[in-house]
């Protein structure tokens, strides 16, 4: 567990996310309390801790949270038979059952379990009971009350040091991995405690779709339907479609028409631009009250990009070279569309702005900085799409390096 924790935590470190929740289930919430003693304080580490299926013993005694059946057994050993493999996937997740469940048994290294169980059951990392009475962060503990291998009576006697409600909750009927058989239901109980865990986060969510043949506005309402309170005059998840492709910049002016917030995050919903950024760009305007703060693919230490061929590299490249030589920005990306706006401002440069197609985030920084605005930068790594193909193509090139020239003439 102790390995695991501190795996997660060196990836947390790495991408400077400290303003998290954890949700953990079985094996997940043992790490998350491993994780607390690792970053427990007000200003840094995580607001939450949710933990189904996960009782929370004292160093080495595994046998005083869990109840001693074949189904743990077969947690810890190296070898299972395939019926064994088949009853372990099949009682771990209950119903539905599908066929990747016991594909993820088959893939685990079976020396991992064994492993696993000798190092807790030895009693290496921290006493868990301890820690969690202890932790000041706020802890939602979310069982079925028909838990088949863990003894909810223990959970229910541990002295949780924040817990949530004040009480242990347990959905009737329901076994040991509730969001998996009724979803519905555990859902809106992880996005409440989410809520209350975020308590100084304001958050809305804008998606414009200009009728995507991927599905993406089904997606999207499935987050509403999960994310979204249940009185409809504060929804924190929009999408507003359009009928067809009109165009990047109508988008964002269509998307911005909708926003409530005094800040604006644009970004690629294909995780392009990962979340993971967001912090950074956040921490990055506050500190230096920037009017923008713009992604970067090509300055400070890890930016980058994955995935382009060399033809993609060279054409970016050149485009920031050509638009740094004719127009001076001020800005190492003028190309990307990773960005956050004060929202006036950004009102302010879109009403500025005539391009409308692949030459519109290069306007945009370059009347911004005409406007007198104060850029930011900050690096980020661009993964291309997985599915999918860029739309990038000649017509789009000479049209930028038209727009280049245009700009050159006007500004």
């Known amino acids: 567990m102790a390995g695991y924790a501190e795996a997660v935590t060196e990836i947390l470190a790495y991408y400077s996310i400290?303003?998290?929740?954890?949700?953990?289930?079985?094996?997940?919430?043992?790490?998350?309390?491993?994780?607390?003693?690792?970053?427990?304080?007000?200003?840094?580490?995580?607001?939450?801790?949710?933990?189904?299926?996960?009782?929370?013993?004292?160093?080495?005694?595994?046998?005083?949270?869990?109840?001693?059946?074949?189904?743990?057994n077969m947690a810890f050993r190296e070898v299972l038979t395939d019926d064994e493999k088949h009853r372990f996937a099949y009682g771990t997740a209950g119903l539905p059952y599908e066929d990747w469940l016991?594909?993820?048994?088959?893939?685990?290294?079976?020396?991992?379990?064994?492993?696993?169980?000798?190092?807790?059951?030895?009693?290496?990392?921290?006493?868990?009971?301890?820690?969690?009475?202890?932790?000041?962060?706020?802890?939602?503990?979310?069982?079925g009350a028909a838990e088949p291998f863990v003894k909810l009576d223990f959970i229910r006697g541990v002295k949780y040091g924040n817990l949530w409600r004040g009480e242990c909750i347990e959905l009737d009927g329901l076994g040991h991995a509730p969001f998996w058989e009724k979803p519905e239901d555990f859902h809106q109980i992880l996005r409440d405690f989410v809520e209350d865990a975020s308590i100084n986060l304001d958050w809305e969510l804008i998606i414009v779709d200009d009728a995507s043949p991927d599905g993406t506005q089904e997606i999207a309402h499935q987050l509403a339907r999960v994310y979204n309170p249940p009185s409809p005059q504060d929804p924190r998840i929009v999408l507003k479609a359009r009928a067809g492709k009109l165009g990047l910049g109508t988008a964002y002016v269509h998307?911005?028409?909708?926003?409530?917030?005094?800040?604006?995050?644009?970004?690629?919903?294909?995780?392009?631009?990962?979340?993971?950024?967001?912090?950074?760009?956040?921490?990055?305007?506050?500190?230096?009250?920037?009017?923008i703060v713009a992604g970067t693919r090509y300055s400070g230490k890890g930016a980058g990009v994955s995935g382009w061929d060399l033809k993609r590299k060279l054409v970016s490249r050149g485009a920031n070279l050509l638009s740094a030589t004719v127009l001076q920005p001020g800005v190492s990306d003028v190309t990307g569309s990773f960005r956050l706006y004060k929202r006036e401002v950004l009102q302010k440069v879109i009403e500025n702005t005539a391009s409308k197609g692949y030459t519109f985030q290069m306007e945009m920084m370059v009347r911004a900085k005409a406007l007198g605005y104060k850029v930011g930068e900050c690096p980020i790594t661009f993964v291309d799409r997985l599915y999918g193909e860029s739309k990038l193509g000649g017509d789009e090139i000479a049209e930028y390096a038209k727009g280049v020239m245009t700009l050159w003439l006007k500004v």
């Open 102 to 143: 016991l594909e993820n048994v088959n893939r685990t290294d079976p020396c991992a379990r064994r492993l696993m169980y000798e190092a807790f059951s030895g009693g290496l990392g921290v006493d868990q009971q301890e820690a969690i009475e202890k932790t000041g962060v706020l802890t939602a503990i979310v069982n």
């Open 255 to 291: 998307g911005l028409s909708f926003a409530t917030g005094n800040f604006v995050i644009i970004m690629d919903a294909d995780f392009s631009h990962h979340p993971a950024a967001l912090p950074s760009f956040i921490a990055l305007q506050k500190e230096h009250d920037y009017d």
């Open 18 to 72: 400290d303003d998290y929740v954890i949700f953990g289930w079985s094996l997940g919430g043992h790490i998350g309390i491993e994780m607390l003693p690792r970053s427990d304080s007000k200003t840094k580490g995580p607001r939450g801790l949710m933990m189904t299926g996960t009782p929370p013993i004292p160093r080495g005694q595994v046998n005083l949270g869990f109840k001693g059946d074949g189904h743990m």
